[in-house]
């Protein structure tokens, strides 16, 4: 494969270039159209970059850098060749940029940038795939964004040193400086431009336009304004003191709003931070005083956006904790199901003989010459009993089994109690102890059903283990304040080591019942045995 | 009066022995359920049966605990064994410790299940059959019988039981005469019901 590939490479240059080693004409020819497409776009943000041309070489604020980020973020960082290729075309055609002298040194400084994003995002790609992460995961895009100008100013100093120095002495103050420009403005270029058309690519590449407008709630999103509005007020007041343009309120305001509301509210707060402070620093104003303000608008992009992603991150890991908490609860579930599986086959099977017998029975009934009508009536009605029996018994261990969703709905405690003590009896006659359902008040808990299943039978499994065979457990319920405690109390007879179960079964329960806002409470009573409480927040508004 | 064709059905699950007792009489063996062992073994010595089938786990009392229960109050009684979770150690025990004449598995095969009733009624008709013959016997004449059987000749009998070899020789001709068993093999078969044939 690697030969044949190989092979087209070298017959076809224009294939190398675009990054891909079997390409069809007509995928060539989109790609052709994408690349014109994106040098074009290029072009022309570029040429709105020169209201903030400071030093007379670079801009302090680069959109066009935001739109190569993000078209490299979505195509892969190694075409960044192509694309280096495409805006050079642009802007040369459309008389951008200019030639200078040497002519290889200018060309390198007008496609370098390119080629080191495209360097970056390689890299950033492969790091994030190797420790399993997706390329997309907040943090790698958010260090990628502003690791790229940095790393870009850095490879920029073979050709802007010589460049620089041409007249004959190097002015290190002013290629310093102008390299800080060029930073300040891809920074800002890219930190700007690029999170929203990633996020319209990506709403466009999946159809679901709702992770392009996640709007936080109300609350959130009024704190969050009121805050931004505050530090602007704060720094029109500073300025109107006669401190100068100070942004470090906003700075604070935009790292606030990115650590609260993600990447999205970040981002707002930037460009509502740019809105203010770009047309304030656009022509007749000093390069100095333009440098300084930049330096801190990039600073408050740099720290909302980082902040934003922090956040974004976060609550994704938090998320894909929750999900993979379901799959362990889930896995638990057929565990225990497992583990059942002696009392459950012995509870199929009891059903399963009477309906074997007496469908033989009405078999040879119905076979006889005068069949007894009344008989076959009773045998077929005995059978209906068992296969409900049976059916029933099927439901309750695919209810128990099922995967649960993360749906909580308002149930009655005593059903459900009842319910997993139905579950659990089979397996307490095996074991020769008894279950005692002793009741409770009407409470109403929310819950999700399933999993409250799930922690209720593994109390009442564990305290059925710890029990001596003839031994006795009781579950009860009772309204503590705001909580219904549901107690399962069992007698020790000895210091019983634990069955043979791995012991998941308390930690599972206490998951859950975490997770559920409640506790779970083991205590050895001063009279002899173990109880086990399991503490629900009670509904406000109980359902009768 | 004892029945000699009656079997005993005890499940507590009321609606599997009604039906296995109803499937034994479909099939001429007069058969009663029962779901409480511990009442049935307080009934029993009012109707002893030939034959007991019974579940392993049940509530009140576990299968070979009524077994053993249910030996003592009659060691002529056959008794089946029925599990819906079968273990190997139980199906040894079941047979090798308990006596039990089967073990059968829960869906319960029908064939199977008749032909060890059958064979748990057969069973007994001979034990009921022997015990009676050896009932006539006194206790002196048991212990030479039950050292007869094990090879022992008279000579030792005399010896072991402390007594002359004449007496010993005496106590043979009534056990000869009150069971009928006039060769060694047929005294052995006296004390083997299950073995006689």
Redesign the interface.
């Known amino acids: 494969m690697r030969g044949i590939s190989g092979i087209e490479a070298g017959a076809a240059p224009l294939t190398q270039v675009l990054g891909s080693a079997r390409i069809d004409a007509s995928t060539a020819l989109r790609w052709l159209l994408v690349f014109a497409a994106y040098g074009i776009l290029f072009a022309l943000l570029r040429s709105l970059a020169i209201s903030w041309t400071t030093h007379g070489l670079f801009s302090l604020w680069f959109p066009a850098a935001g739109l190569r980020f993000a078209f490299l973020w979505t195509v892969g960082g190694r075409r960044a060749p192509a694309a280096a290729l495409a805006e050079f075309a642009a802007s040369f055609a459309s008389r951008t940029v200019e030639i200078g002298d040497p002519a290889f040194l200018s060309i390198a400084g007008i496609i370098g940038p390119c080629l080191v994003y495209g360097g970056v995002i390689l890299t950033v790609e492969s790091q994030a795939r190797a420790r399993g992460a997706k390329a997309f995961d907040p943090l790698p895009f958010a260090i990628a964004a502003v690791v790229s100008p940095m790393v870009a100013c850095i490879a920029a100093l073979p050709w802007a040193v010589p460049l620089a120095s041409e007249a004959g002495s190097l002015d290190a103050h002013l290629l310093f400086s102008a390299l800080l420009v060029f930073t300040l403005g891809d920074l800002l270029g890219i930190l700007v431009v690029a999170p929203p058309l990633l996020w319209l690519a990506s709403a466009v590449r999946s159809g679901d336009w709702r992770t392009f407008v996640r709007v936080p709630r109300a609350a959130r999103a009024t704190e969050l304004v009121a805050i931004v509005v505050c530090a602007a007020a704060l720094v029109w007041l500073l300025q109107r003191l006669g401190d100068g343009l100070v942004l470090a309120p906003v700075l604070l305001a935009a790292c606030w709003c990115g650590l609260r509301g993600g990447r999205a509210a970040a981002w707002l707060a930037i460009i509502a931070t740019a809105l203010i402070v770009l047309p304030l620093t656009s022509g007749g104003v000093g390069d100095a005083e333009r440098v300084q303000v930049h330096m801190q608008l990039a600073c408050i992009a740099v720290g909302a956006y980082l902040a934003g992603s922090y956040a974004d991150a976060q609550a994704r890991a938090i998320r894909e904790i929750g999900r993979r908490d379901r799959l362990l609860f889930q896995a638990e579930r057929l565990k225990t199901l497992r583990a059942m599986s002696?009392a459950v086959?012995?509870e199929v099977?009891?059903?399963?003989?009477?309906i074997?017998?007496?469908a033989?029975?009405l078999r040879?009934a119905s076979e006889a010459g005068q069949p007894d009508l009344d008989d076959i009536r009773d045998i077929a009605a005995?059978i209906d009993?068992?296969a409900h029996d049976l059916a029933e018994l099927v439901r309750r261990l695919r209810g128990f089994g099922g995967g649960g969703d993360a749906v909580s709905t308002s149930q009655a405690l005593g059903p459900l109690v009842a319910e997993v003590v139905t579950l659990a009896a089979p397996e307490a006659?095996?074991a020769?102890v008894s279950i005692e359902c002793i009741g409770g008040p009407q409470l109403c808990v929310t819950v999700n059903e399933v999993e409250i299943r799930q922690a209720m039978l593994n109390l009442l499994r564990n305290a059925v283990a710890a029990s001596a065979a003839g031994g006795l457990v009781t579950v009860g319920w009772s309204e503590t304040g705001s909580s219904a405690c549901l107690s399962i109390h069992n007698q020790v007879a000895a210091r019983r080591a634990a069955g043979g179960g791995m012991g998941i079964g308390l930690i599972i329960a206490r998951a859950i019942a975490h997770a559920h806002g409640g506790r779970i409470v083991a205590e050895t009573l001063p009279q002899g045995g173990v109880r086990c409480t399991l503490k629900l927040p009670l509904d406000q508004d109980p359902k009768q | 009066m004892i029945e000699h064709d009656l079997v005993y059905v005890v499940d507590d699950d009321q609606d599997l022995a009604a039906s296995v007792a109803r499937l034994l009489r479909r099939h001429g063996v007069h058969a009663e359920p029962f779901t409480d062992p511990v009442a049935l073994l307080d009934a029993y010595g009012e109707a002893p049966a030939a034959c007991v089938l019974t579940d392993v786990m049940m509530d009140e009392l576990d299968g070979f605990e009524f077994a053993g229960k249910l030996r003592a109050l009659d060691p002529a009684a056959a008794i089946l064994f029925m599990t819906a979770w079968p273990k190997t150690a139980h199906a040894v025990d079941s047979i090798r410790v308990h006596g039990g004449v089967d073990y059968l598995e829960k869906p319960i095969d029908e064939e199977r299940l008749l032909s060890s009733v059958r064979h748990g009624l057969a069973w007994s008709r001979r034990a009921r059959a022997l015990a009676g013959r050896t009932a006539m016997l006194t206790p002196r004449e048991r212990e030479v019988l039950g050292l007869l059987v094990r090879g022992y000749s008279s000579k030792a009998i005399a010896t072991e039981l402390n007594i002359s070899a004449r007496t010993v020789d005496d106590h043979r001709a009534q056990i000869s005469q009150k069971t009928g068993a006039n060769s060694l093999a047929k005294l052995i078969a006296l004390t083997e019901p299950a073995r006689g044939g």
């Open positions: 002696v086959i012995h099977s009891q059903p399963l003989s009477t074997a017998i007496e033989r029975a040879q005995l009993r068992k006659k095996a020769g």
